[in-house]
């Protein structure tokens, strides 16, 4: 009997733990007996991920939160490296988080074992020194969006676009009337969804700012309703804190996960940067992005920056289709403004831009996870591993 298939994989926080599901799903259809384990979410467990360290160890943001955990990361990353180079995995796959993945990637490289990450680090945006590393750390880089091809091809790195997974996911057209009977919402009401980010350190920065424009938009119109879905038990406790510290919103909903439910109900969203309004954006709603992090970390990050915009429909479209308010900017009175000025868009507007939505949403519906796989399998079998 031939051996299983063994591979290791890591996922930093809740969009990674979508996209290794994905994967993995996939993977367990092209290798019956294919065995994971890592650092999984949720979904990558009910995938069959077995679990080495908990997810949440790794969901840090802002350089003053990883500097203050840093002793606890690299422990940990040393424990992995040894028991990955004592008990070496057929390959090992870094789905995003290159801070932790790609130094991790490349000690395993070195001693032999075939490496993959999943989700390009952002070498267009910032630190473009770091496709130096990329090439010394992997075998094979696996990217979400197509205008990443192009620096890996002149690096000589081998890429593969394989598309988004939350573009196969989400259907063209959202039912909105469905999202609102399932959270119980009337067809007529005025919506708002408010989504402050899945890592505590995001929360840290954004609960004020978010909770003080909701007031803010209450007192324009009382009728107005806000839904904040959190990703998990300690965030919602947090964000109640925040509440408890800032005051109380008028008709405010919490909700536990269900983010995409809460946003194809919503007709508009105010939420952080990140994977969150690529979601926004397949759901073809008006969007807000409002994005703080410690004064410190700001500097280092304006220092490193080499692009303008930020969020991924902007970088995409490569022009500003949504507002995005950073740093300075992201205060209660300028994301109740620019929330509200989404809101009185006319309707030609709105319509031109769900088109814009659209045509991206077209362009990354690739059948994500099962080209990942693809990319995945035909790595095996130039190394070997697989017939």
């Known amino acids: 009997m031939n051996a299983p298939i063994r591979i290791a994989v890591i996922a930093g926080e809740a969009s990674g733990d979508i996209l290794g ?16 384990e890592g650092i999984p979410g949720p979904r990558m467990q009910n995938e069959g991920c077995v679990e080495l360290a908990p997810m949440e160890r790794l ?29 070496k995995p057929d390959v090992f796959v870094g789905i995003d988080a290159p801070e932790f993945n790609l130094k991790l990637e490349e000690f395993l490289r ?41 620096i890996y091809d002149t690096h000589e790195i081998p890429a593969s676009f394989v598309g988004h997974p939350l573009a196969d996911a989400y259907p063209i057209t959202p039912d909105v009337a469905a999202a609102r009977a399932e959270l119980g919402i009337a067809s007529d009401a005025k919506v708002l969804a408010v989504l402050p980010g899945s890592r505590g350190s995001e929360l840290k920065f954004l609960s004020e700012p978010y909770i003080k424009a909701m007031q803010l938009l209450a007192k324009r119109d009382a009728s107005m309703h806000f839904i904040v879905p959190l990703v998990n038990d300690k965030r919602r406790q947090q964000f109640e804190q925040a509440l408890q510290t800032f005051g109380n919103v008028p008709n405010l909903h919490l909700v536990d996960g269900q983010s995409a439910t809460v946003m194809t109900a919503a007709d508009a969203v105010l939420l952080a940067s990140g994977t969150a309004t690529l979601e926004a954006m397949l759901l073809k709603k008006l969007m807000v992005v409002g994005y703080r992090v410690s004064g410190f970390s700001y500097f280092f990050f304006k220092r490193l920056l080499t692009i303008d915009r930020f969020s991924l429909p902007n970088l995409l479209a490569d022009e500003n289709l949504v507002p995005e308010l950073m740093q300075h900017d992201c205060t209660p009175e300028k994301l109740a403004e620019s929330v509200w000025r989404q809101l009185q868009l006319p309707e030609a507007e709105k319509h031109e831009l769900i088109n814009r939505y659209t045509a991206i949403h077209q362009t990354l519906r690739c059948n994500a996870g099962e080209r990942a796989a693809d990319a995945i399998v035909d790595l095996l079998q130039q190394k070997g591993v697989l017939p």
Do not use: C, Y
């Open 110 to 150: 070195q001693g032999g074992v075939t490496t993959v990450h999943f989700v390009s680090p952002s070498v267009w945006a910032w630190r473009k020194k770091r496709i130096f590393q990329i090439k010394r750390a992997v075998d094979k880089m696996l990217i979400l969006f197509p205008f990443e091809q192009t």
């Open 21 to 36: 599901a994905s994967l993995l799903h996939a993977l367990n259809k092209r290798l019956p007996t294919v065995q994971f």
């Open 59 to 87: 969901s840090v943001m802002g350089i003053v939160a990883i500097l203050k955990r840093l002793p606890e990361l690299l422990r940990l990353r040393k424990r992995l490296r040894d028991h990955w180079l004592h008990r």
